[in-house]
C-alpha cells in the first residue's frame, strides 16, 4: 500500500495546494482531497459562490495526486487537457474530490475527477483530464 | 444602450472580474482590456501558485482559473447587453509549461452568442501569442438573475 504520509509530504510542497488550501483524506486505501471552504477562494461575491477556477484547481491537483500515488510517487504529472463540466453553483463550504484513473498507458494516463460539497450524489463539478506520466511499475 | 455605453459599461465591469473578487485577487489576476466579445486578463509569475517545486512551473490550474476569468469576461462581452455567466464546460489543452518568472497572458474571443449561450475560445501565452501554453474552449450560460447587479456596477 502506499505510504499516506509521501502524498502529505507531496501535497504540502506543492505551493498552489497550500493556497487552494486542499487537505488529503484517507478512508481506507481511497483517497479524497478536501477544499475547506475559505473565503479567497470565491469568485463571485455577491452570490456568493466559490470560483470555477478554485474548483477545478481541487480537480486538477486531485487527479495529479492519485496519479501520484498509481505511479508510486516517481514524479509529479503534467496535464495535456483537461475538460471540466459546471453542474452547480459552488456553495461557500467545504468542497470534496475525488479521482479515479481509467486507464494507465506507457506515458499518457486518462483520469475522470468527481466533485461535490454536502451530497456525493450531487456533483458540483466533473472533469476528465489527459497526464502525462512516468508509468508505474 | 449605444455602441459607447455598452463598451464603458464593459470597462467598468472588467475589473471587478478580476482583482476585486476574492479569489483573482489571491491568483493576482489583472484586468488587461476588453471590447465588445474579446478580453484580455493577465497573471504575473507568483510563487504561491508553483505546481511542481522541481521546476517552479505553475500549476494548470492557475492557468486554468485565468482562461476561466478571461472567457467569463468575453461571455459578458458577447452578448447584445452585458449579462453575467456561468461557465457550462470548460476545456483546456495545455501546449506547454509556462516559463517560470513570465506574466501569462490570456485572450478569450466569443465567436457566437445565442440568446442564452455563449460559445468561446481562448489563448494563454507568455508574450507569443504563436507560441501558446495553453488553449481552451468555452461555452457559458447567461444567468439572468445577476443581470440585475452589472446594472448596478
Known sequence: ?137 | MSENDYIQKLWEIGPSMAEHTPHGKELGIKFVAVDKGRATMSLPYNTELIGDPKTRVLHGGAVTTLLDQACGLAAIAGFDEPRMCATLNLSIDYMRAAEPGKTIIAQAHCYKATKHVAFLRAVAHDGDETDPVATAQATFMATSMLKKDIRNV
Open chain 1, 1 to 137: 500500500m502506499f505510504e499516506q504520509e509521501r502524498i502529505i509530504k507531496a501535497l504540502s510542497q506543492i505551493p498552489y495546494s497550500i493556497t487552494l488550501g486542499v487537505k488529503p483524506i484517507f478512508i481506507g486505501e481511497e483517497f479524497t482531497l478536501r477544499m475547506p471552504f475559505k473565503n479567497s477562494n470565491i469568485g463571485n461575491p455577491t452570490l456568493p459562490a466559490l470560483h470555477g477556477g478554485a474548483i477545478s484547481g481541487l480537480m486538477e491537483i486531485a487527479a495529479i495526486a492519485q496519479l501520484y500515488i498509481t505511479t508510486n510517487g516517481k514524479s509529479l504529472s503534467k496535464p495535456i487537457g483537461i475538460n471540466v463540466d459546471y453542474l452547480r453553483k459552488g456553495l461557500p463550504k467545504d468542497t470534496y474530490a475525488r479521482a479515479v484513473v481509467f486507464k494507465q498507458g506507457a506515458r499518457v494516463a486518462n483520469v475522470r475527477v468527481r466533485s461535490w460539497q454536502e451530497d456525493y450524489s450531487k456533483p458540483i463539478a466533473v472533469m476528465h483530464g489527459h497526464y502525462l506520466t512516468d508509468k508505474a511499475d
